[in-house]
Structures are given as structure tokens and as C-alpha cells.
């Protein structure tokens, strides 16, 4: 093969679909690839186009009609499934497959009944040869459009639907501003260290449904994806029966949830953020104790509250250490033998982030306002010591 050649897989999953597929898969090798041959639209590579149904036994022939296309074309394959595993299963039996049976470099989702226009494919193909990793159609992005008298409540759930797919599972991150379509269910995606690391065990998707696409989108973005949009100029479904359910809108907004409550990150977050907390009770209570023990009627409580609050954070910076390495950042936990030195840059790194800053701050503002060290803390751990040392544990404390 030669250098310069690219494999190209287009996974379509079909249920019920003998009035779409066998016009797809003629419109696709007589028509789409044939475009691609000629290098249209700036594309280089030499690309080997080759589609895979994954049929889900459908009773009303459609697999036997990719059969017999695939006699008349050698680049069409069929993929029957034992059992109906969902919209989400199919697409990871059919990566699976493009992977270890068709030598894919990059693998396609696609549908069968034309609301994906074949004529976007090669913009796509084109974002890959210039170095993207994941590619969606959208249809929010200029040149990117619904079809004409959509359903008007389905059109505001489309609408209304995304905006929240996007706020929970990206905001306040770069993605909610990148992703404009997190529901769209055209995408090519590269093989090479990003399909081929994932788990195919469907089991692990929070739906097997349409809510698989955010959960995937999440996933790959989440590996470093070189991401891009192309307009995708939706169409209408012209033969067969749409897969949208009544319940599709709520499943997956409940996948959005699920994929960004499960994230590695936020879950790394949230156990930050409770030895964080345990570590704030140890501060206050901490600080409180100092302070009634050496409060005297002659005390500066300026100084009195900086030096208690200090003193307290002390404990407070050894309890996280220990608990963050135990368990926030149990994946990366520090060698033993390079316990002594991380735990004093850990301590220099939080006595300027945990003791030095609110401190000072903590006397300011009761210099300012008064004696309100509670509500001073308050401001000064929330406000600085958090944001401030979750950067330093990632980016140096616990960095891979």
C-alpha cells in the first residue's frame, strides 16, 4: 500500500432500513467515492473508502440487500448482529471490526437513511489530512442548516437540548465554546490513539441509545482530540421510520450527566475537593482552638488571627498531603522514595497558597472591616487557596 494511502471506514448501523440502504451504498461507491478518487476539494491522499453495515438482523431484509450490493461492490461489508444491543453498541461492534477485519486509519458514523448528505464527506476527510484527530458535522455552524418544516417542538428540543448538552457536559471549559452540535451523529474519528484505546465492552455506555454520541464525544475530546467542525446541512429522512423516541431528549441529557459526573476529571475535582473540605474543617477548628488558647484582653486580633489562621493551615496543608496522594491522586502517587522532597515542595507551595496569601488577606480585611475571621476565611480559602493549589498539584506537586 502506499505511503501516502488512507483506509476509511463508513459504519452504518441499519434496522428496518431496506428502503434507504441499498440506494446509500449505490449513491456512496458511484457517486461520493469516485469524487474522492479525483482529489476534489484539495484532498491529497490516495483514500481506500470502504463501507460497513452492522445490521441488527432486521426483519425486513435490509441485511440481504447489503449482501448482494456487496457482490457487486468488493469495498462493502456486512456485519450481522446476534443480538439488538442499541444504536451505541452497533457503532462499537462496527469500530471493532474496521479496526482488526478492514485495516481502518479512520472510521466513520454515519446514517443510512440520507439526513447525513454523502457530499459532506470529503470536507471531512479533508480536516483529517490536515492533521485533525475528530471531525463532527454541525448543523449550528455556518453552512450548516436543519431541514426544511421540521416539527416546530422538535426543532426547540433540538435547540434547547444541545445548549444543555453542552453546558454540562463542557462549561466553563473551551469545548462548551468549540462544540456547537454535541448530539449530531455524523463524526470521523482517527484510529491510531484514540479508537483503538478505547473499551469496547458496551456495557460501560450509560445508553445504548442515542446518548451513546455525548458519551463518546466527551471521551475523545477528553484523549487530546484535534477537534473541527464542518457545516453538515441536515436533511430529512426520505424512506423508513425515525429512530427519535419520545424518551431520546431526557436519555441524553442523562448520558451528558453520567459522562461528565463519571469524568475522570471531575471525579479527580471532587476528591480534591473533599479532602479540601476535611482540610478546612481542620483549618477553622484549628485556627478557633489557637485563637482561644492565646487571645488576651491586650491582643493586636489583626496579628492574633494571621498567626492562628497560619498555624492551623499548617495541619491543615500536612492532612491534605497525606490524603491527596492516598487517594486524589492515587494514579499518580509519589514514588517513597521521593516522599521527604514532594511534601516539602508541597508545604513551601501551600504555605505561600495556603498560609502567606490568606493570611494576609485574612488580616486586611479584619484590619478593614473588623473581627469576622469565619467569613474572612471564607473569602480567602475559596477565593485563592483552592483555584491556586489545584493548579500546583496538577501542573507540579502530582504532575505524570
Known amino acids: 500500500m502506499k505511503q501516502n494511502t488512507q483506509t476509511a471506514v463508513i459504519v452504518i448501523p441499519t434496522y428496518n432500513e431496506a428502503g434507504n440502504i441499498g440506494k446509500m451504498i449505490d449513491y456512496l461507491n458511484e ?65 471493532k471490526y474496521a479496526m482488526k477485519e478492514l485495516a481502518a486509519d479512520f472510521v466513520f458514523e454515519f446514517d443510512a437513511d440520507f439526513q447525513h448528505p454523502p457530499e459532506t464527506l470529503p470536507s471531512m476527510l479533508k480536516a483529517m489530512e490536515d492533521g485533525y484527530d475528530y471531525v463532527i458535522g454541525s448543523r449550528k455552524i455556518k453552512g450548516g442548516e436543519e431541514p426544511e418544516g421540521r416539527d416546530f417542538m ?43 484505546q ?85 483549618n477553622t477548628l484549628g485556627a478557633k482552638i489557637f485563637k482561644n488558647i492565646f487571645i488576651t484582653p491586650e491582643s493586636n486580633l489583626s496579628l492574633l488571627n494571621g498567626l492562628c489562621n497560619a498555624a492551623a493551615a499548617e495541619l491543615a496543608i500536612i492532612s491534605n498531603f497525606i490524603w491527596n496522594n492516598l487517594w486524589t491522586f492515587s494514579k499518580e502517587k509519589i514514588d517513597p522514595s521521593k516522599l521527604l522532597p514532594k511534601f516539602l515542595t508541597f508545604n513551601l507551595s501551600s504555605v505561600i497558597t495556603g498560609i502567606i496569601i490568606p493570611s494576609t488577606v485574612i488580616a486586611i480585611l479584619t484590619s478593614l472591616f473588623g473581627d469576622q475571621l469565619f467569613l474572612y476565611q471564607i473569602i480567602a480559602i475559596f477565593g485563592l487557596t483552592i483555584p491556586l493549589n489545584w493548579f500546583v498539584y496538577n501542573k507540579i506537586i502530582w504532575k505524570k
Open 31 to 95: 457517486t461520493t467515492f469516485p469524487y474522492i478518487e479525483k482529489k476534489n476539494e484539495g484532498l491529497t491522499a490516495d483514500w481506500v473508502m470502504k463501507i460497513l453495515v452492522v445490521d441488527a438482523n432486521s426483519p425486513d431484509g435490509t441485511g440481504k440487500i447489503v449482501q448482494e450490493k456487496s457482490k457487486k461492490y468488493s469495498n462493502t461489508y456486512l456485519l450481522t448482529e446476534t443480538t439488538k444491543d442499541g444504536l451505541g453498541a452497533a457503532y462499537f461492534k462496527g469500530f
Open 198 to 282: 478505547m473499551s469496547f465492552d458496551f456495557d460501560r455506555l450509560y445508553s445504548r441509545k442515542f446518548g451513546y454520541k455525548v458519551q463518546l464525544l466527551l471521551e475523545t475530546l477528553n484523549m487530546g482530540a484535534k477537534f473541527k467542525e464542518v457545516p453538515l446541512k441536515f436533511k430529512n429522512r426520505s424512506a423508513g421510520e425515525s429512530k427519535f423516541e419520545s424518551d431520546t431528549t431526557t436519555e441524553i441529557l442523562l448520558s451528558c450527566f453520567k459522562s461528565r459526573w463519571f469524568d475522570p476529571f471531575i471525579q479527580k475535582f471532587l476528591k480534591f475537593g473533599i479532602v479540601g473540605g476535611f482540610g478546612f474543617v481542620v
Open 154 to 196: 422538535r426543532m426547540l428540543m433540538t435547540e434547547a437540548g444541545g445548549f444543555v448538552a453542552r453546558f454540562i457536559l463542557f462549561f466553563p471549559f473551551k469545548h462548551f465554546w468549540d462544540v456547537t452540535d454535541p448530539t449530531t451523529g455524523l463524526k470521523v474519528t482517527r484510529v491510531k490513539g484514540f479508537i483503538d
